[in-house]
Structure formats: structure tokens, C-alpha cells
């Protein structure tokens, strides 16, 4: 079983809509979540992170953190043609900084 | 947020020679940072962390004559890539933790 879990896409949503985005993690231990998105050819870009149960919300993005289930969700509300990259769940490895990133899931929103 | 930056964003070398990827935390001390490695379509690979005035520490698999780590300050460490061969071709990325994870803007090496 792969450490951090996402399904790779493409998620196709319309302009103006909601989009979903999923993440499993397998170890329980983990305290920090991370959301990437990273544009075609160039690096990654912090989006958001998460550390207690819950939802965090920044503008029109809202991360869900559920430690029990082992799952962390990103929310994209309004969603924009700009948006479209594809988005990195990583999770940290004990405390160390170390990321253990998912193989992300490409997101198309189209006009 | 903060600033890593890294360089060079493009190279391209002949088999058999060597290749330095710089990367410096501009605004911050980064006792730790990392290296990772990104192949087409795939996500990032964590190779190695780069401790400031101690070895790197590589993950299984990781050559680390191959991919020679140096971190001489708190601000610069660098990825030197030896003997460089084709399959070496891949997307370069560095970060440096402050707080949260910044990512360099990565490095293209091509192998030809």
C-alpha cells in the first residue's frame, strides 16, 4: 500500500462549480497535511495545510482533515479555468519535514 | 512566503560529466533542506535530506556517490549529479521547511 493515496484524474469539473479533491494516507502517526498545486513544468506551490480535525478554509479553497479515517480532502469552490494543474496531497513524516507526496490528481476546468 | 531559490532552471549536459543544482533559502536559515526528484506524469520522490554541516542523508535506492549533497551554510545546499547518464533526465526540485515546505522553482536536466 502506497504511503499517500490519490486518485491521479483527470477530474473534469465546469466553470463556476465545486471541485472535490481526495487523499489517503496510511500512517496513523502523521500530524501535518499538505496541499500542492503544480503547474505543467514548473514546481510546486503551497496551497494549504492542515493540521487538527476539521475544515480550514482560505478564500475559496477549504481543506477537510479526518485523522480516524485517514483521509484529507481540498475543496475548490468557484472553481477557474486557472485552476486547472494537478494537485499534490503530501503528508509529513513524523516531524521532521520531510513529504511524502501523493502522485497527485490533474484537475480540468473547463469554460 | 518564504523564498527558496534554486538554479540552475534548465541544463543540459553530455553523458559522463557532472552537473551542480544550487539552491539558497533567501529570507530564511534552513538548517534542513531537501531534494526531490520528479519524473514525467509521476509525483515527487523525496532522494535525500541535506543537513548544514553534517552528511545527507539519502533514501533506499538513492545513489549517494552518484548524487553528491552539500550543505555548507544555512542558506545554500547543493545537488551535484556525477557521471551524469540519460536516465539521470528528470525534474530536480529542492525545499527548504519554514514553518511549512517552499519549494525551489526546480531544475530540468537533460542528459543527451
Known amino acids: 500500500q502506497k504511503e499517500v493515496e490519490q486518485n491521479s484524474g483527470p477530474l473534469s469539473v465546469p466553470e463556476g462549480a465545486i471541485a472535490s479533491l481526495n487523499c489517503t494516507y496510511s500512517?496513523?502517526?502523521?500530524?501535518?497535511f499538505f496541499w500542492y498545486r503544480q503547474y505543467s513544468g514548473k514546481s510546486p506551490e503551497l496551497i494549504m495545510f492542515?493540521?487538527?480535525?476539521g475544515d480550514k478554509e482560505d478564500g475559496r479553497f477549504t481543506a477537510q482533515l479526518n485523522k480516524a479515517s485517514q483521509y484529507v480532502s481540498l475543496l475548490i469552490r468557484d472553481s477557474q479555468p486557472s485552476d486547472s494543474a494537478t494537485y499534490l496531497c503530501a503528508v509529513n513524516v513524523g516531524n521532521t519535514g520531510k513529504l511524502i507526496f501523493g502522485q497527485g490528481t490533474t484537475l480540468q476546468v473547463k469554460p | 512566503g518564504a523564498v527558496v531559490s534554486q538554479h540552475p532552471s534548465r541544463v543540459i549536459c553530455k553523458s559522463g560529466t557532472s552537473v551542480k543544482i544550487e539552491c539558497r533559502s533567501l529570507?530564511?536559515?534552513?538548517?534542513?533542506m531537501f531534494w526531490y526528484r520528479q519524473f514525467p506524469k509521476q509525483s515527487l520522490m523525496l532522494m535525500a535530506t541535506?543537513?548544514?554541516?553534517?552528511?545527507?542523508?539519502?533514501e533506499q535506492g538513492v545513489e549517494k556517490d552518484k548524487f553528491l549533497i552539500n550543505h555548507a551554510s544555512l542558506t545554500l545546499s547543493t545537488l551535484t549529479v556525477t557521471s551524469a547518464h540519460p536516465e539521470d533526465s528528470s525534474f530536480y526540485i529542492c525545499?527548504?521547511?519554514?514553518?511549512?515546505?517552499?519549494f525551489g522553482q526546480g531544475t530540468r536536466l537533460t542528459v543527451v
Open positions: 541535506s543537513n548544514e554541516g553534517s552528511k545527507a542523508t539519502y
Open positions: 525545499s527548504a521547511r519554514f514553518e511549512e515546505a517552499f
Open positions: 492542515i493540521y487538527s480535525n
Open positions: 529570507d530564511f536559515q534552513a538548517t534542513t
Open positions: 500512517d496513523r502517526g502523521s500530524q501535518s
